[in-house]
C-alpha cells in the first residue's frame, strides 16, 4: 500500500513533539485504519525512544533523529498566503529554503519507511506474514494494538482485519506478546499442536519446527493450553511466573486415565519463575533485550540458539564435544569473539569457514 506523503509530515512532527493535537488525532485515525502503517510507525517510535546505553541501534538513533527534529521547519508552511507576500525578500529565500528542508526530510523518511518495514508477505488469503529472519528480531504492533516481538527464525501469520468472534494467529518459532486486553473477544496463538487462549496478558511462546517441545512462559495474566489432538482433555491454566513445557505430540498411551479426570499429557515440566529477576534477567525473554542467555544448555541446544541468532551453521567433528555444558549470556559479540568467550568457560576448538562453524574436542594437539 502506498503511503502518502503527508503522513511523513505527520509522523516528523509527532515524533519531535511539535504536533498538533489536530494532527495528533489525524495521524492516529490514520494508524488505526492501516495495520501495516501501524507496525511501519511502531518500527520508527522504537528507533526514536531507544537511547538506553549500549543499544545496538543508538548510532542509528541519533541520526534519525537530527533528521527527524528538522521536521519543526513545516510550521512555516502554515503560514496564510498574503504573509507570505508581504516579507522581504531575504524571508522569502529563508523560507523557502526551510520548506526545501522538509522536503528533504520527508524524502528521507519514506527511503527509512522502506528500510525499516518488517518482512510482510500477504498471501491470496489476506493473511499477514511477518517474518524474523535468522540474525535478526522484530517487533510489530497487531491491528488490536497488541505488541509482539518476534526471535530470529521465526514468522508469525494472522488475519490482517482481526474481525472474527476471536483475534487468531499461528507462530513457528519464538515470540512474546503483550496482548491488549478485549471483552469477549479471546486472543489465541496456535503453536503447532498447542494452542493458547488469553483475554489481556503478557507472555512468551517457543515453538520452533526442529524442537520437539512447546515452552510457554507467563509473566502477567492468565493463559489457558489445549491441544487439537485430545480435544476432551481438561485445559491446563497457567499461574504469572509459570513456565509450561509441553511436548509437540503425544506418543501412545502414555497414562491411561478416565475421561472426566484427563489432564494435557505429556506434560514435561512446569517451572516457577524466580520472581526476584526483573524480567530482562530471565533467560526466557532476555532476548527481547537483544541479550541471548543459557543456562545448563548443552552444546546441541546452544548450537541451534546460536544458528538462529547469528544466522550461521554449527557443525560438531565429534561427539564428546557435544557433551559440554554451558552458563553465560551474549549481547553484542560477534561470531568469533562469542566462541572465544564459550572457549574460556569450557575447553573446545572451533574453525570457521563463511557462515559455518566446525567444532571439535580440543586435544593436546590442537591449537
Known amino acids: 500500500m502506498e503511503t502518502p506523503e503527508p503522513i511523513y509530515f505527520l509522523i516528523s512532527r509527532y515524533l519531535s513533539g511539535d504536533a498538533t493535537e489536530e494532527e495528533r488525532a489525524s495521524l492516529m485515525k490514520a494508524l488505526q485504519q492501516d495495520p501495516n502503517l501501524m507496525q511501519q510507525f511502531d518500527l520508527l517510535q522504537q528507533l526514536w525512544v531507544a537511547d538506553e546505553p549500549g543499544n545496538a541501534m543508538d548510532v542509528q538513533n541519533e541520526k534519525i533523529k537530527k533528521i527527524l527534529q528538522l521536521a519543526a521547519v513545516e510550521e512555516l508552511l502554515e503560514q496564510p498566503a498574503t504573509e507570505m507576500e508581504t516579507v522581504s525578500p531575504h524571508q522569502k529565500k529563508f523560507r523557502f529554503r526551510k520548506w526545501m528542508m522538509t522536503a528533504a526530510i520527508a524524502g528521507i523518511i519514506v527511503s527509512l519507511w522502506a528500510i525499516l518495514q518488517p ?82 496478558t503478557a507472555f512468551n511462546v517457543k515453538s520452533y519446527a526442529d524442537e520437539h517441545t512447546v515452552e510457554t512462559t507467563l509473566l502477567r495474566g492468565l493463559v489457558q493450553l489445549s491441544r487439537k489432538d485430545k480435544p476432551d482433555a481438561k485445559p491446563i491454566l497457567l499461574k504469572p511466573h509459570q513456565k509450561l513445557v509441553l511436548e509437540k505430540e503425544i506418543k501412545g498411551n502414555i497414562v491411561n486415565q478416565k475421561k472426566e479426570n484427563a489432564l494435557l499429557l505429556p506434560v514435561q515440566s512446569v517451572l516457577q519463575l524466580d520472581t526476584t529477576l526483573r524480567d530482562d534477567e530471565l533467560p526466557e525473554t532476555a532476548w527481547i533485550y537483544n541479550r541471548l542467555q543459557f543456562r545448563g544448555d548443552g552444546f546441541p541446544e546452544l548450537a541451534k540458539k546460536l544458528e538462529r541468532w547469528y544466522n550461521i551453521k554449527i557443525h560438531f567433528e565429534d561427539e564428546a564435544v557435544q557433551s559440554l555444558t554451558f552458563n553465560g549470556s551474549l549481547e553484542n559479540e560477534t561470531v568469533e569473539q562469542a566462541f572465544r568467550a564459550l572457549q574460556v568457560a569450557v575447553p573446545f576448538s572451533f574453525t570457521i569457514k563463511g557462515n559455518e562453524l566446525f567444532i571439535r574436542s580440543r586435544t593436546p594437539a590442537s591449537p
Open 119 to 200: 518482512d510482510h508477505k500477504p498471501n491470496p488469503k489476506s493473511t499477514n506474514e511477518i517474518v524474523a529472519h535468522k540474525g535478526s528480531r522484530t517487533r510489530t504492533l497487531l491491528p488490536d494494538g497488541s505488541i509482539v516481538w518476534l526471535n530470529a527464525g521465526s514468522t508469525l501469520s494472522y488475519d490482517p482485519a482481526f474481525d472474527g468472534p476471536q483475534r487468531e494467529i499461528v507462530l513457528n518459532g519464538e515470540a512474546f506478546f503483550d496482548i491488549a486486553p478485549q471483552a469477549g473477544k479471546p486472543f489465541i496463538v496456535h503453536a503447532g499442536n498447542i494452542d493458547i487462549k488469553v483475554l489481556g
